[in-house]
T-cell receptor, first 112, second 112 residues
Framework: EAGVTQSPTHLIKTRGQQVTLRCSPI?????VYWYQQALGLGLQFLLWYDEGEERNRGNFPPRFSGRQFPNYSSELNVNALELEDSALYLC???????????FGPGTRLTVL | GQNIDQPTEMTATEGAIVQINCTYQTSGFNGLFWYQQHAGEAPTFLSYNVLDGLEEKGRFSSFLSRSKGYSYLLLKELQMKDSASYLCAVVRSNSGNTPLVFGKGTRLSVIA
């Protein structure tokens, strides 16, 4: 069974640009979570989608947004990129109820 | 607020036993996860504790004391491949899926 997949693997952007990251959850999982892992800071929760709806949002500015599609895949959009947005962006998925979150390989974003 | 503390780094010898501690102070608690993350890779699920006590799974065991806000991950018969970061994550709510609150992780180096 395929795990969580993310694309692209790596991305280099410049300040002010916009980026879209993609995530496909494990088949049968309806919840998708986005986390940012910046150097030395640990995983920070960004967004949680379930059944197409945004369920919760972390302490990030509005230029971080996303959506979940009917097939439960998800996009994370970041507008007006700043240098401190450079990080590993991890997507995780889980099934119904209080279930383990399984992580994708991440997208490494570098903002120059 | 949410506060999860782990040691930043630990070093242990191949074949030995190591205990990685995690203390937490969170608004609401409904379980604690341990994840392993090799450099540049996604976190992978190790264990989940929701009740007090020890959960054993092969070479890895995890312990939880809810009254003390404390957990540890015990790794036995250390192997070089166990060199990784170990992430402690708390589930804050008992109302279904909620984002995990992560500690900054403990980087374990296993030496010969």
């Amino acid at each position: 069974e395929a795990g969580v997949t993310q694309s692209p693997t790596h991305l280099i952007k410049t300040r002010g640009q916009q980026v879209t990251l993609r995530c496909s959850p494990i088949s049968g999982h309806t919840s998708v979570y986005w986390y940012q892992q910046a150097l030395g800071l640990g995983l920070q929760f960004l967004l949680w989608y379930d059944e197409g709806e945004e369920r919760n949002r972390g302490n990030f500015p509005p230029r971080f947004s996303g959506r979940q599609f009917p097939n439960y895949s998800s996009e994370l959009n970041v507008n007006a990129l700043e240098l401190e947005d450079s990080a590993l962006y991890l997507c995780a998925s889980s099934g119904l109820g209080l279930d383990t979150q399984y992580f994708g390989p991440g997208t490494r974003l570098t903002v120059l | 607020g949410q506060n999860i503390d782990q040691p930043t780094e630990m070093t242990a010898t191949e074949g030995a036993i190591v205990q990685i501690n995690c203390t937490y102070q969170t608004s609401g608690f409904n379980g604690l996860f341990w994840y392993q993350q090799h450099a540049g890779e996604a976190p992978t699920f190790l264990s989940y504790n929701v009740l007090d006590g020890l959960e054993e799974k092969g070479r890895f065991s995890s312990f939880l004391s809810r009254s003390k806000g404390y957990s540890y991950l015990l790794l036995k018969e250390l192997q070089m491949k166990d060199s990784a970061s170990y992430l402690c994550a708390v589930v804050r709510s008992n109302s279904g899926n909620t984002p995990l609150v992560f500690g900054k992780g403990t980087r374990l180096s296993v030496i010969a």
